[in-house]
Every structure is written in C-alpha cells, then in structure tokens.
C-alpha cells in the first residue's frame, strides 16, 4: 500500500508518545520552535544562458521504486511470513513530514516474541541501509533503517525503513515496515546564478558582541572579486531544493543576507538575488521579490562556513542565534 501524505514529523511539548533515538543530523524537526520556510512562489520570468549542473530532483514514482527495494531486501526471521494488514496491527510512526512524502508499507507476523524479534532486525539491516535508531512506546517496539546512499533525486536525510512490532497471534510478533521517502522537488529556473551575471555580491551578518559587551553588531562586507563571486554562486547552484516542509526550528536563527548584484551590460539577463536563512532547512532565494524553493543546508552550515572568512568571523559565531540588530560597521 502506498500512499503521499502531509503529516507534520514530530509532536511538540508534552504529547510525545515515543522514545526514540535518532542517529540522522538531519531530523532536526524534534527542536521546536518557528515554522519552518515559507512556500515557494511562482518563479519570475527570468532566464539565463549556460546553466551549470545542479542536483537533479526526484519524483514520487522514484521514490516508491526505491521504497519497494527497502522493502524487499527486509532481513526477516526464519519462519516470517508476509500477512496482509492485521485488524490490530502496530502503530504508523511518523519521523518525517511534507507535501513530498511517500509511505510505501507491507506487513509480517515474525515467529518470535517481541524482544527477541527486535533484537534480530537490529542485528541484520537491510543491504544498503544502517541502523539508525530505535523506540518504544507503551504496546510496541520499533527499529529505524536510514539509506547509506539515496539516489541524488532524494532527500538523505529523509529516505528511512521503519519496522515497528507489536505482539502477535500464536506468540508471534506483527511487524509493520514502512519505507518512508522524499523526493527533492525541481529547482526554479529563476535559482540559477550564472557567475558572470553578477558585478558584486553585499554580505550582512548579525553576530554576538565580543566578550558580550553592548548588543549584537552588524557586519557587512561588498564583494567584488570575480573568484570569490563564482564561489558563492557554484555553492548555491549545488543545493537541493528542498519540499516544503511541517516541522520546526527553533525560534533563534542565525541572521544574514546575502545579495547579488547583477551585471546591467552585455547579454547578463540575471536579476537581483537576496539569500536568506530559510527555518533550519537552508536558504531561501529571492529573485526579483519572488521566493523559490528553499535550497536544503541544515542550519545554512555550508553557506556560513563560505561567508565566515569573508567577514572575518567564525562560522561558529555566525551561527548562533542573536536578537536584535544593535549597531552597524561600515561597508568595505
């Protein structure tokens, strides 16, 4: 059975039903806090020539392929059976949530009790998959499988197995697996950001006052050497996008804003792009005032790694999270 579904990830505050522990950096939906990113617009109507090579993006139909793979290379025990869905069966656990998710599920009565029978899925993941967790909650028990390597059109930190087990007839176990998958939409033509295009980039950052004293400060920095331009664009033109997504951040981001100046002379036809902190997915692109899909890089760690230097601050300090804007330093 299969099926898309919208669900948010995780539950927030005192409701959690589950005990888990997950070994995925990129589960960061168990921070609560802000939404997530905005919904991307409509892309304006702006076109570059000589794109470069970007991720590609997937499709629900790769996805349930890859989930059935998951599914069929399931190391069972000996005796295991494949059933059809039991009148009571174990629970369906969520651990990833957006518009670009597919379930794809089969279910199994295992001819071993229920500690015995976690113990063995445990001991012996499926090729290509590695154990990256487990729960439990008051009548059940779970393993999480995450893939070792995703196909480039989905998401690596969203394409997991999830075999939940739950007591059985004849002093079985009920398995429940669910192949849970997202798959990375297209990028908008309007995300490209052809180098050349671009006379200067504008980089801003809020950061910590040293040692605390005063407020928070304000750097900004105008680039305009072509090297460190290309840079900047080849990392963005090498992110993901990322779906839409229903989890939360926490409420304290990092704060900066990047801006690429476009070039008014020749046969440049790229527009102004503004790249902000997009929740704690990555970034979100503007062009022309209309935002694109969020680019995915969990907690914008690559961007800020690449401005760090350019400001003379540490990545470290632009990624903590600071209040309000106190004071400015000049443009260089």
């Known amino acids: 059975m299969e099926v898309a579904r919208t669900t948010t990830a995780v539950r927030c505050g005192g409701g959690a039903v589950l005990t888990c522990v997950v070994a995925l950096a990129g589960v960061v939906a168990t921070a609560c806090g802000t939404a997530g990113p905005v919904q ?38 000996p005796g ?24 794809v599920r089969r279910f199994y009565w295992l001819p071993l009790p229920g ?17 990256s967790g487990t729960g439990s909650g008051e009548a059940f028990v779970e393993v999480q499988y995450s893939l070792t390597a995703p196909p480039a059109g989905l998401d690596t930190y969203g394409s997991m197995l999830l075999a939940t087990l739950a007591a059985g007839p004849h002093g079985g176990t ?18 490209y950001l052809p180098p050349s295009g671009y ?10 006052s040293p040692q605390g004293r005063a407020g928070p400060r304000t750097i900004t920095r105008v680039i305009t050497s072509r090297a460190v331009i290309a840079r900047l664009a080849r990392l963005l033109d090498s992110l993901h996008a990322t779906p839409p997504w229903t989890g939360s951040c926490p409420a304290l981001l990092p704060q900066f804003q990047i801006v690429f100046a476009p070039t008014r002379t020749g046969n440049s036809t790229a527009g102004p792009v503004s790249v902000t902190p997009s929740g704690c997915r990555g970034e979100l692109l503007t062009t022309g005032g209309m935002p694109q899909p969020a680019l995915e890089d969990i907690g914008s760690t690559r961007l800020l790694a690449a401005i760090g230097p350019l400001l003379d601050v540490h990545r470290h300090v632009l990624g903590t999270a600071v209040g309000s804007h106190a004071s400015d330093e000049p443009v260089v």
């Open 80 to 103: 295991s059976r494949r059933i059809g869905p039991p009148r009571s069966q174990p629970p369906q656990l969520v651990l990833i949530g957006g518009q670009n998710v597919v379930d």
């Open 174 to 191: 009920l398995l429940r697996a669910d192949a849970e998958l997202t798959w990375y939409p297209p990028r908008s033509a309007a995300e």
């Open 40 to 77: 991307p617009g409509a892309a304006p109507p702006a076109s570059v020539t000589g794109r470069p090579a970007v991720p590609p993006g997937g499709s629900p139909a790769e996805a349930r392929a890859v989930g059935r793979r998951m599914l069929a290379r399931l190391i069972l025990p």
């Open 199 to 208: 006379h200067s980039v504008t980089v801003t950052a809020t950061v910590p």
């Open 115 to 131: 500690e015995a029978a976690a113990s063995f899925l445990q001991h012996h993941p499926p090729a290509g998959t590695g154990v």
